[in-house]
DNA sequence: CCACCGATTGCT
DNA sequence: GCAATCGGTGGT
């Protein structure tokens, strides 16, 4: 009927970005997650305007099995984002200053997400080519804060979207950044694009 | 209630 | 190499 034209219809997408991640992008095991994140485009239509940039350094965490997660004993206030449906957003406040932006991955009820460690500059973020390389500035360059997580990268203003895929050989593999040395947590869960200058290191 | 500490960053 | 800075978490 008439209502379907109120006001209330979302904003237009702005349409120079590919098109958004399906649900079942988020949804095929957190470590094929995080590698194919990598060339993606991150996009936040946010209160400041459109940002974006291009996913190239990423990390994959686990729940009970993986003592590196937040999620390793159990859900919390905080970390429930990671317990709840794939294709939402987990952002985390650390050492005071600094927020961090995660991509949840396994399906409802199971732990699993994928840090997002670098990106390269595309819109509304700055030139720096440094800007995002680092998961503290990253979440910052697109004013993230906890106020935007467990946000639905698939229905929200903060997305995902498809972009030319990286060739296998630009992609290296490697120990995560920033742990405490342990048997278990230097599995090599971290992937980025070789040569980017928005990969934290 | 209290004490510890971190999926970081930037400066010495 | 290390200080900054503070909310989440777990133990008392």
């Known amino acids: 009927m008439g209502s379907a034209t109120r006001s209330t219809r979302a904003r237009p997408e ?21 590698r194919d994140l990598l060339g993606k485009t991150l ?10 940039a291009r ?11 993986d ?11 905080r970390t429930a984002p990671m317990f709840g449906p794939p294709g939402r957003s987990y952002v985390y406040f650390v050492y005071g200053m600094y927020h961090c932006l995660n991509v949840v991955t396994e399906r409802d009820g199971v732990a699993g997400a994928v840090l997002l460690r670098g990106a390269e500059p595309i819109a509304g973020v700055g ?16 004013g993230l804060t906890t106020a935007n997580t ?4 698939v229905t929200s203003p903060l997305t995902i979207r498809e972009a030319p895929p990286i060739r296998p050989s630009r992609v290296a593999r490697s120990a995560r950044i920033g742990l405490r040395q342990h048997e278990t947590t230097n599995k090599p869960w971290r992937w980025h694009v070789i040569g980017s200058p928005g990969v934290s290191r």
């Open 55 to 65: 996913i190239v350094e990423v990390e994959a965490y686990l729940g009970l099995r």
């Open 127 to 142: 030139a720096d080519p440094r800007g995002l390389a680092g998961p503290g500035k990253l979440a910052r360059a697109f």
């Open 67 to 77: 003592p590196a997660s937040h999620a390793y004993r159990g859900p919390t206030p």
């Open 150 to 153: 467990a946000m639905d990268l």
């Open 14 to 34: 702005p349409a120079r970005f590919g098109r958004r991640l399906p649900r079942s992008f988020y949804a095929r095991g957190t470590a094929l997650v995080a």
């Open 43 to 52: 996009v936040y239509d946010g209160p400041a305007g459109v940002r974006a």
